[in-house]
T-cell receptor, first 117, second 116 residues
């Protein structure tokens, strides 16, 4: 069974601080994909990044960066110089293919990030 | 602006009511999904449709009835719900059916349902 653990339920920081959201996953598959989504108060899940299991290069996109380490089964997400608009619930997810060939995402419970001015 | 729309955005219904949630995707995807998000719980996959065929029913009670008339539209028909069914219901779409793992799912804004 696949599992995604986001141990941090809630994090509160002050604007401009750096913050790292942890994600640890379990899978028996050798090929898999990992995702991060952002859910602002409006409710919609916004796609942030997809990473496949063969690509361990870290990725940076503006103030966002991701650290993928297969050795520790972790896919952590860092926001640099956080802003109030970063306040949201962040979900890590792991993919698997169902019998019909469709994508199935297994989500963690999410980390609620509050950035205070 | 999202490529996946959901209506209504908010819904209050009694336990004896019948209502339907609607989802429409404008992304040319072949797969559509219903998820349930309850407080303090991970997102739960409910149904998966791939090329209009249901490929997953994740042990969802029969009071929830999905319908997928075409690859762009997905409905969730609700009948005699319980208060514990109150949640945010999210629709998503993805390429699906391609046999390629790792296709991204794109989500709609959700319908916040309250069952009284």
């Amino acid at each position: 069974a696949q599992k995604v653990t986001q141990a941090q339920t809630e994090i509160s920081v002050v604007e401009k601080e750096d913050v790292t959201l942890d994600c640890v996953y379990e899978t028996r598959d050798t090929t898999y994909y990992l995702f991060w989504y952002k859910q602002p108060p409006s409710g919609e899940l916004v796609f942030l990044i997809r990473r496949n299991s063969f690509d361990e290069q870290n990725e940076i996109s503006g103030r966002y960066s991701w650290n993928f380490q297969k050795s520790t089964s972790s896919f952590n997400f860092t926001i640099t110089a956080s802003q109030v608009v970063d306040s949201a619930v962040y979900f890590c997810a792991l993919s698997e293919a169902d019998q019909g060939g469709s994508e199935k995402l297994v989500f963690g419970k999410g980390t609620k990030l509050t950035v205070n001015p | 602006e999202t490529g996946v729309t959901q209506t209504p955005r908010h819904l209050v219904m009694g336990m004896t009511n019948k209502k339907s949630l609607k989802c429409e995707q404008h992304l040319g995807h072949n797969a559509m999904y219903w998820y349930k998000q309850s407080a303090k719980k991970p997102l739960e996959l409910m149904f998966v449709y791939n090329f209009k065929e249901q490929t997953e029913n994740n042990s969802v009670p029969s009071r929830f009835s999905p319908e997928c008339p075409n690859s762009s539209h997905l409905f969730l028909h609700l009948h005699t719900l319980q208060p514990e069914d109150s949640a945010l219901y999210l629709c998503a779409s993805g390429h699906g059916g391609s046999g390629l793992l790792g296709e991204t799912q794109y989500f709609g804004p959700g319908t916040r349902l309250l069952v009284l």
